[in-house]
């Protein structure tokens, strides 16, 4: 009686002394080994899981939790083989836990067919969350596009804008860069570079490099994170410049793990790694001290987790560890729910298969990573953490939620240089202005010959009534002085830059130098040269014709209309304008911020400037060549109303010397701006200094050497008078001159003919005479010969 008595309490107090008579049996799929072996970690989680389970009385009371458990080794082959392995075995898997994306995208594909529920722990693939591929696929791992809308927050808060990406040939990274790039798109931001590499990452860390790639983000497993940052150190793709952005799911010290596969050394890689950040989402839950539905606080449960990897933290899988043992809790809540439909199951049931899904979709409860539950795709919603790798070590930066689109951060990163990087080169505009040291010392000198020419005309005017400064044309003098004068005017509009004007004055400068150089040139150098043509006019004026002085003025006022309508159809047709040439980029040497100077430089510029240029220094040209050659004839003529004509042509001698060299070395320098200014503005001060030095300081050494005193106007107009008359009787010489040069000439052509004439009578006379000498010879030695004859 009391053994019936003790079954049958023991029966009905058999949930609550944790004895469960009946079997459920899951299939786990750990990848132990491949690419990424998460399941080193996970595997003790999840046996956490299941033992805590199976001990508490309030889940699944009448039923005892089996696993069993094979290595997929992150391939979908093996994994494909397992599932079906498990199908055509004894028990039924009540559900299957799957760890890799690539594993997870095959059998859950096959799992519909068979109404069994996949849950996935470490299955991040954006595909997965396709509810019309897979219709009975749940995650407690975040879909690994949880990490873009992080990333671009991050991306903005920085204010980065050219982002660069480089994966692994998987899946579950080309759809999250897919997702990722539409989403940099969306923001307004650019893609560098896509790079992409199957087991070898040396040409697209190459091409990174190539692209000028500064925010990088990478995805790819652990194992070749190792091979692409080996190659990141050879292609100095690191340090102050360089932000990368990779997946959180590494453990700890993951780059310290030895590979034969990878030339770099572990400080090698921490050199190349220091500074990145990465995203991931919440792992573990942030309240070490509230107690989770298993019971355990999150710092519980990494504590005994430390204690059952022997306290390593680097072994893969270690930061998916808290979503294998939530998947497992997971699952239990929802066979929980169906628990009285379970003894039936089976694969054909798709009615029980719909509860545990219709169970699964209403899971909430808080896990030793946080708050699982799933969305509508089966994905789990979560928070992001953002984390920076400083000295070898992760620390939190913020988190980031994205139900409410929210980044908290916490302010705490570390910047190489000390602040945030940007993402490319920065290109600064730098003016190739002229020096304020050069451009003053011009402008003085250029005041100092206007004082020297106002100076000039002030001596011209109080000395009008000497002899040397009548005898000069002193009109055509001070027109000297003025041309030089507009000339100068011109040395500081020609260093006026960036430096001292805006841009829409520079235009207005512009017009400004070509009147002021043009008009300058064409006044002064008028001037000498119509005082130079009325020399060579009156030295070689025809006999009877008279020159009038109103020659000089007329042409000096002919040079002056051609001049003003050349410049006004310029400035009517084809204005200048202000134009930019830019130049390579240069590397500043006296910084070392990420920084390039684009150097350019202000000009001006026409639309056919060709063609103005060309009739400009055409008709200048002609007129200059010219005076030369009037030069150079009356170089040694001495009139006495052009008394100075020898310095006249002096000075035009010196401008067409410097116009030469000037002309030509301009165009060859022209992108040297500070030389072609000082090249320039000096040819303008030397013809300048020369043309008024050599016109006016003769003069002003004679008046002050002279003792004479001013005369008074009438003496002026007698003296005036008298040149009058000695011009006259000057003319009347020549013309005299001309007259006898005539007639000695006519007298000339006589003398020889004359002197022909004598000549031919002279060798007649001397012919008769030889002839006579001959007969007479002939005649005695006749005679001789008749006498001995005779004899």
């Known amino acids: 009686m009391f053994l019936i008595l003790l079954s049958i309490l023991t029966g009905f107090y058999k949930p609550l002394l944790g004895l469960k008579s009946k079997n459920l049996t899951i299939g786990v799929l750990v990848p132990m080994t491949g690419s990424w072996s998460g399941g080193k970690a996970c595997k003790p989680a999840l046996e956490m899981a299941l033992e805590r389970v199976n001990r508490d009385p309030r889940i699944l009371p009448e039923y005892h ?61 954006p595909s997965l969350s396709d509810r019309r591929r897979f219709p009975s696929f749940f995650r407690t791992h975040p879909s690994a596009t949880l990490h873009n809308p992080a990333r671009i ?31 940099i798109k969306a923001a307004g931001m650019e893609i560098v570079t896509r790079q992409e590499f199957l087991s070898n990452p040396s040409n697209a860390v190459a091409n990174l490099k190539r692209r000028d790639a500064r925010i990088i983000v990478g995805m ?14 050879k292609n100095k793709l690191y340090g102050k410049r360089y932000v990368w952005f990779l997946v959180g799911w590494y453990p700890d010290k993951w780059y310290e793990k030895p590979d034969p596969e990878v030339d770099c050394i572990p400080v090698q890689l921490k050199l190349a790694l220091e500074g990145h950040f990465t995203t991931e989402a919440e792992i573990i839950h942030q309240d070490r001290l509230a107690r989770t539905v298993s ?50 199951f089976q694969y054909s049931r798709e009615d029980i298969s719909q509860k545990i899904y219709s169970s699964m979709n209403a899971t909430h409860f808080l896990g030793v990573s946080g708050i699982v539950a799933f969305s509508s795709e089966g994905d789990r919603i979560a928070w992001t953490m953002v984390e920076q790798m400083t000295n070898g070590t992760y620390n939190t ?84 002085i003025l041309g030089c004068i507009i000339s100068l005017m011109a040395v500081p509009l020609f260093g006026l830059d960036q430096n001292y004007i805006s841009p829409e004055t520079f235009t207005v400068i512009c017009q400004l130098r070509a009147w002021c150089l043009l008009a300058g040139f064409s006044v002064g150098y008028g001037a000498l040269f119509s ?70 430089l202000e000009f001006c510029d026409a639309k056919q400037m060709s063609i103005w240029l060309g009739v400009t220094l055409g008709f200048n040209g002609v007129i200059l060549l010219f005076g030369i050659f009037l030069a150079f004839e009356t170089r040694s003529v001495k009139l006495q109303n052009y008394k100075d004509s020898r310095s006249v042509a002096i000075a035009i001698y010196n ?32 013809s300048c200094y020369l043309s008024m030095g050599f016109l006016f300081l003769p003069k002003i050494l004679v008046i002050m050497r002279s003792t004479e005193s001013a005369r008074d106007v009438r003496f002026l107009e007698d003296n005036q008078t008298q040149d ?68």
């Open 531 to 600: 005082k130079v043509w009325m020399v060579h006019r009156i030295n070689t004026k025809t006999k009877g014709k008279t020159i009038n002085s109103s020659e000089l003025y007329a042409v000096f006022i002919l040079i002056q209309t051609i001049n003003v309508i050349i410049l006004t159809s310029l400035q009517i047709k084809d204005p200048l304008f202000r134009q930019l040439l830019i130049f390579d980029l240069e590397v500043p040497t006296n910084t070392d911020e990420d920084i390039k100077l684009r150097p350019q």
């Open 397 to 480: 930066l913020g988190c980031y939620h994205q139900m409410s689109d929210n980044l908290s951060w916490l302010g705490v990163e570390r910047w190489i240089g000390g602040h945030p990087p940007p993402d490319h080169t920065r290109i600064i505009t730098s003016p190739k202005v002229i020096p304020s040291n050069v451009f003053l010392t011009f402008t003085l000198l250029a005041g100092g010959g206007v004082c020297f020419g106002i100076f000039c005309c002030i001596f011209t005017f109080l000395n009008r009534y000497r002899m040397c400064i009548v005898d000069s044309q002193p009109v055509m003098n001070v027109l000297v």
């Open 295 to 344: 019971g355990m606080t999150s710092a519980e449960f990494k504590t005994e987790l430390d204690r059952r990897l022997n306290y390593r933290t680097d072994v893969s899988g270690y930061p998916e560890a808290p979503l294998a043992f939530d998947a497992i809790w997971a699952l239990a809540l929802a066979l929980n729910k169906t628990e009285k439909n379970l003894q039936n």
């Open 153 to 183: 927050k991050i991306f903005q808060k920085f204010g980065w804008s050219r982002i660069a990406t480089i994966r692994q040939k998987e899946e579950v990274f080309s759809s999250t860069e897919e997702d990722l790039v539409k989403r």
């Open 65 to 125: 939790l089996n696993m069993e458990v094979s290595d997929s080794q992150c391939k979908p082959g093996v994994g494909t083989s397992l599932f079906y392995d498990f199908l055509y075995s004894e028990p039924p898997k009540m559900m299957v836990l799957s760890g890799c994306s690539v594993v997870s995208t095959f059998i859950s594909q096959a799992a519909k067919l068979w109404n069994i529920i996949v849950l996935g722990y470490g299955s991040s693939s």
């Open 724 to 791: 009058g008359e000695e011009c006259s009787l000057h003319q009347s010489l020549e013309s005299e001159n001309e007259d006898l040069k005539i007639s000695i000439q006519q007298i000339e052509n006589k003398l020889v003919v004359l002197n022909r004439q004598l000549i031919q009578k002279s060798y007649q006379r001397v012919y008769l005479s030889v002839r006579q000498r001959e007969n007479r010879a002939y005649m005695i030695s006749r005679l001789n010969s008749d006498e001995d004859n005779s004899c």
């Open 655 to 686: 401008i067409m010397v410097l116009v030469s060299i000037s002309l030509p070395l301009c165009f060859i320098i022209s992108k040297q701006h500070v030389a072609k200014y000082a090249f320039v503005a000096g040819c303008v001060l030397l």
């Open 220 to 233: 790819f497993y652990e194992n070749l994170a190792r091979k692409v940052f080996c190659e990141a150190y």
